[in-house]
C-alpha cells in the first residue's frame, strides 16, 4: 500500500538547522510531485516547497525562500527538506504530500513531523 513516513523533525534553538526526509513506497514515485507542507496550531495547511518529478524545477514559499531546500532521490524514492537559519514561525507539523496532477488530482499524505524551534 502507499506509504509516506516522514522524519527528522524536532526540537530547536532559532538560527538552527533541520532536514526532514520523506521514504515513500506503494506507488510510481518518479511520476509525482512533491511538496512539503506545514500546519501550525491554528493555522491553515500551508504550501512550503515544491519539487517537480525530475527534481529540476523547485518552487518556494515567500517565507522558505532562501533558507529552504527541497530535493528528491528517485533511485531512493525519497525526499528531503533541508531547513536553515529556523525561527519560531516555522514551529509547525510538516507533511510531505505526493501529487499527480490528473483529473482529479491525486493525493497522498504522510502522518507529519513536528518541528519546534524556541529557545
Known amino acids: 500500500q502507499v506509504q509516506l513516513v516522514e522524519s527528522g523533525g524536532g526540537w530547536v534553538q532559532p538560527g538552527g538547522s533541520l532536514r526532514l526526509s520523506c521514504a515513500a513506497s506503494?506507488?510510481?514515485?518518479?511520476?509525482?510531485?512533491m511538496n512539503w507542507y506545514r500546519q501550525a496550531p491554528g493555522k491553515e495547511r500551508e504550501l512550503v516547497a515544491t519539487?517537480?518529478?525530475?527534481?529540476?524545477?523547485?518552487n518556494y514559499a515567500a517565507s522558505a525562500k532562501g533558507r529552504f531546500t527541497i530535493s528528491r532521490n528517485n533511485a531512493k524514492n525519497t525526499v528531503d527538506l533541508q531547513m536553515n537559519s529556523l525561527k519560531p514561525d516555522d514551529t509547525a507539523v510538516y507533511y510531505c504530500?505526493?501529487?499527480?496532477?490528473?483529473?482529479?488530482?491525486?493525493?497522498?499524505w504522510g502522518q507529519g513531523t513536528q518541528v519546534t524551534v524556541s529557545s
Open positions: 519539487i517537480t518529478s525530475t527534481g529540476r524545477v523547485t
Open positions: 506503494g506507488f510510481t514515485f518518479s511520476s509525482y510531485v
Open positions: 504530500n505526493a501529487a499527480l496532477y490528473v483529473v482529479p488530482r491525486r493525493d497522498y
